[in-house]
């Protein structure tokens, strides 16, 4: 069999496509108008593209995007209902508006990957890995606490989690534009690689022997947070080398998965 090789020009196609793809995966998307016109207004975020309906009918809030876009130096693209609703993945709650954001903590797993490697002082580092966290309002909470505490990634899978959304904005009290968001497709293919790079994986247990205050691990570590009502998964469970507990007193058998969230950013 004859192995076929790249030419140059394959090669450079190949390298630009990978190039693009790695930039587009790196932007957030966020839709409807308050959301967008308050993201215009962080000064920490700026714009790759305002998507904006054909439809759209003059309005005050509109102009006010529209200007600051501008003035971010934003490309303007302006669709029919259906392309804005395959941008927005939200036909009933986009408002003919979305933008795609660069946000300086937003990145895929892989490239927060890349830039540990690239070290040549290796850093520990702290995750939180969100296992099937489906409440908006719970996303944004962890968002917040994430992002004020000592916390220097948060892995949210893009499927059967909750997805950034205008909920989740508004619980996170803007701080997700800012916060250091990991997107991966599957978490526990992603928690594999970093434990093939020397991390520990964390779950939380009541009948774990060390508390959470005890536990302190010189390598990096990945706290998993699971469902709301049940849990960790069995797959990510099975990933999980370490346990610890939170003391509980008068009977409480748990917490709320933000509240757990917050305790370990401020451990």
């Known amino acids: 069999m004859t192995k076929k090789i790249d030419t140059p020009k394959e090669r450079s196609d190949s390298q630009a496509y990978l190039e693009k793809k790695k930039f587009f995966d790196g932007l957030l998307t966020v839709y409807g108008r308050k959301p967008v016109l308050e993201a215009l207004q962080d000064k920490s975020t700026n714009i790759h593209r305002l998507h904006l309906a054909d439809s759209n009918k003059s309005a005050g809030i509109l102009d006010e995007i529209i200007e600051l876009a501008k003035s971010k130096g934003a490309e303007i693209v302006y669709h029919n209902r259906t392309a804005l609703s395959r941008i927005s993945k939200n036909a009933s709650?986009?408002?003919g508006v979305a933008a795609d954001?660069?946000?300086r903590g937003f990145q895929t797993y892989d490239a927060f990957l890349a830039k540990q490697a690239a070290q040549q002082t290796k850093q520990t580092f702290t995750l939180l890995a969100l296992d099937g966290?489906?409440?908006p309002q719970n996303?944004?909470?962890i968002i917040r606490s994430?992002?004020?505490g000592n916390i220097d990634g948060i892995l949210l899978p893009q499927h059967g989690s909750a997805q950034i959304d205008p909920l989740v904005i508004k619980a996170s009290a803007g701080t997700v534009f800012r916060a250091p968001i990991l997107r991966c497709k599957n978490l526990a293919e992603a928690l594999k690689e970093f434990k093939a790079e020397g991390a520990l994986v964390c779950s939380l247990s009541s009948h774990a022997k060390s508390t959470l205050k005890e536990f302190n691990p010189e390598q990096s570590c990945i706290y998993v947070l699971g469902n709301e009502t049940e849990g960790v998964s069995k797959e990510v469970s099975q990933l999980c080398n370490e346990s610890v507990?939170?003391?509980m007193n008068n009977g409480v058998e748990s917490l709320n998965v933000a509240v757990t969230a917050?305790?370990?950013a401020f451990r």
Do not use: T
């Open 245 to 247: 507990r939170i003391p």
């Open 93 to 95: 709650q986009d408002q």
């Open 133 to 135: 966290i489906s409440n």
């Open 101 to 103: 954001l660069i946000c």
């Open 146 to 148: 994430a992002c004020a």
């Open 139 to 141: 996303l944004g909470m």
């Open 262 to 264: 917050a305790l370990i």
